[in-house]
Structures are given as C-alpha cells and as structure tokens.
C-alpha cells in the first residue's frame, strides 16, 4: 500500500542520513504514482499534487519524527479536502412530492440505485413510488417491477407509452394520487454517451422538474465515468453523485475526477447488488481507500448492523478503556462468521491483507471456525491478555487447535492491529449515520 510504500521509502532515507527536499519530492512522488494507479484522472492528480507538495515542503514534515506517517496525514487531509463539501441529505418537501430523477449511462446500476433509495427513504418513514422512464429496453420495466415488489413499494409503468415524459408525468399524479410522497423516475440510459439520450433527459429535466437530479456512475469504469459525468454535467444541472460497485476491487480514484469535473456533492456510494448497499459518502472512508489505508469508520459501522445496542455498548466501552481481548473478539467472530460478511469486513480493514488471503478460498466457515477454535485452545489469562503469548506458548496453541503456527501468528498480529483501531474507532465519531433532511 501508499502507506507501506512511503515508510520503507522514508526508512532508506533515513539509514543514509538527513531527510532533504530531493528525498521528498521521492515520497511525493510515490503519492502521485499511487494517485493515478488508483484512476484518477492526469489533470486531477496534477493538481493535487500541487497543493500537497506546497503543505508537505513546509518544515513540518520535514521535522516531525514520522515524516511518512506526516506526509500520508497531509494527502489524507487534501483527499477529504476536495470530495467534500458532504452533503448526503436527500431534501424532502413537506407536504408535497419530491421528484428524484436518476441518470447515467446503461448498467451504471440506476435501476438497482432506484430500489435501494426507495429501500433507504422507507427506512426514513418516507413512502416512495417507483416510475419506469426507461422506454429503451422492456427488460428494463420489467427489472423495476420486481424491484417493487421485493420492497412493497409502488411502481408506475405503461407498456403502450413511447414518450418517457408523458410516463413521468403520468406517474407523478399517480403517485399523489396514491399518497406518496418521494417519486424517483429510473430513466433510460445509452452504451455510450449520444445526443438522442440527452436530448430525451433533458425534455424530461424541463418538463417534470425533478426537485433533484443524480448522475450514477460505474466506479469500475474509471476514465469513462469521467468522461460520461462531464457530458451528463453539461447537459443537465446535476445535484449529486452516487458512484456504483464500489465493492469490487476499483478503488474509487474517479470519484475524485468526476467531482471535480461536476462540483456537486457526492451522496451515495453503492457497495453490492443487494438493497441495502447504499452507504452515505463519506470522504475520510473514500480517501482513505483511494491511499488503501482502509475505511475503520465502515467496519464499526458493518459492526454496529450484526451486534445488537447492549452488547454493542458492553462492546465499545471494552474498546475505548483499551480492554478488549480476545474473548470479545471470539464473540465478535461467532457473530460475524455469516457467508461474505467476513471478507467484506476484512477488505475495509487496513493491514488484512494476510487474513484476507486466509478466507480467499472460499471456505469462509472453514476459516472462521479454524480461528474460534485457536482462540478456545487458549487459556483464559492467554485471552485477556494476547501479549503472554509467546512462540512455545503460539506452538502449544496451533496444536491444541490442529492448525499450522503460522495460523496462530497471523491471528494475534492481526487482533494486535485490530485492537488499537477498535480503540480509536470507539472512542472516535463512530456513530455518524446518515441524516436525512426534512425541509
Ligand atoms: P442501469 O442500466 O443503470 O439501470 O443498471 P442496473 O441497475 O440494471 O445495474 C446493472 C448491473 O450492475 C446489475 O447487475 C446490478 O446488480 C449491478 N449493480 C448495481 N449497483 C451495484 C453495486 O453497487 N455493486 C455491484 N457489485 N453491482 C451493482
Ligand atoms: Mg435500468
């Protein structure tokens, strides 16, 4: 990662004595590299590195004892900096109907995005309504209505209408006919930016007058989404961006070019095809991804979805007077050991790399139980206390719990990790959820 890359470099600096500007500009320049193998656009980079390499050549990384650790701080800070300002509220009119319109291009995953909105806002003691915009593909129709069903949420379509404006407008006086109160309208999308598309949006922008329109985004296509987001930008004023399958391996660096591209906020990210893969943009989580140092912030709050409020409280406080140990972490583990949910937690955790490659196989279970079963091999003291742990200790483990001692090693470096970022997250502003604005 950025961050390995950075201390070893500073590391070999240092054996060859004083830290100077040239050896900087090295450290600079593994940020810049790490910038754009993460997709975000030359232009973009280029100007971020000019802001951080104006912080980072002043005396205070230069003089901090942890110049890598100062310098990682800075990018973070100018990361934050540009994908912000947050705002993830959805404005809803009181006593009215809001109109969402969705955009993008075919497969950015508007249609999925449409049912996990109308899944979030439901959760907000909103009542959404569905309208199918997209005329293009009669799959597409068809996609919304299952959608509705599964979520209990209305969905307005008309097989025989060729004009998606006349659907949309019909739609909106269904939906305060029928007393909801937020409409999303999934329109119709294109392989590829055309003129024909932006035309048919744009009669739908002026004619309905969505109180809100969001461009969706395929965070795995990189460049393209740059590309697709600045001719959606100049055909339509957008108010947000929600970037999709955020939870593949892309790493979320054209976020960054398609906000500086749009200068509108970032409201979701989608992170699977299930309904309640929706999470409300937050820039420490993104830019700290973007530099793979991992996203704490999520894993307290995947934590908090599986561990109920009084055990969660017993949990944290644990956390924050540093007395967490393994035993929690064995309870935390039982609870955790669900198919997916495991490697989903390790991959936004930093410094999982070998854990994550442990459970890569497939055999998530397998791998789980493997682990409760070093920790049951342990004594109690040994569990409330991992620093006794020793190697003959580590080996008397591995063969209580039939596994090699390589296993009990990864399992301790890891908790040793895990710990003191529990801690920090606990302690830490780890409860911010998303707020959804009633006007
Ligand atoms: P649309 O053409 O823009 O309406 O795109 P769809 O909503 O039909 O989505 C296209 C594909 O992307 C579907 O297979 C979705 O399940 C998938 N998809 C959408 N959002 C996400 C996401 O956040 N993560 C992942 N992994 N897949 C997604
Ligand atoms: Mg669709």
Known sequence: SLSDGLQSAFKSIRGKGKLTEANMRDGLQMVEQAMLEADVSYQVVQDFMAKVTQAAMGQKVLLSLRPHEELVRIVHQELIEILGPVDVSIPIKAGQVTVLMLCGLQGAGKT????????????????????????????????????????????????NEQDPVKVCRAGVAKAKEQGANVVILDTAGRLAIDDELMKQL??????????????????????????????????????????????????????????????????????????????????????????????????????????????????????????????????????????????????????????????????TDGEVRKMLGVIDSMTTHERRNWKLIDTPRRQRIAQGAGVQPTVVNALIKQFSIIMPMMQMAAGGNSRDRMQMMQQ
Do not use: W
């Open 112 to 159: 999925t995005t449409c049912g996990k909105l109308s899944q979030l806002l439901k959760e907000q003691k909103a009542s959404p309504f569905l309208v199918a915009a997209d005329l293009q593909r009669p799959a597409a129709i068809q996609q919304l209505h299952t959608l509705g069903e599964q979520l209990g949420v209305p969905v307005y379509s008309d097989l």
């Open 202 to 363: 744009c009669e739908i922008d002026k004619k309905i007058g969505p109180d809100q329109v969001y461009l969706v985004v395929d965070g795995m296509t990189g460049q393209d989404a740059v590309n697709s987001a600045s001719a959606f930008n100049s055909a339509l004023e957008l108010d947000g961006v929600i970037m999709t399958k955020l939870d593949g391996d892309a790493r979320g660096g054209a976020l960054l070019s398609v906000k500086h591209v749009t200068q509108v906020p970032v409201k979701f990210i989608g992170t699977g095809e299930h309904l309640d893969a929706l999470e409300a943009f937050r820039p420490e989580g993104m830019a700290g991804r973007i530099l793979e140092m991992g996203d704490i912030v999520a894993v307290a709050q995947e934590a908090h979805r599986i561990i109920d409020d009084g055990e969660r409280e017993k949990l944290e406080a644990r956390m924050a007077s540093g007395q967490f140990t393994l035993e929690d972490f064995r309870g935390v583990l039982e609870k955790i050991a669900k198919p997916g949910l495991m490697q989903k937690m390790m991959s936004l955790m930093p410094g999982m790399g070998d854990m994550k490659k442990m459970l890569a196989g497939g055999d």
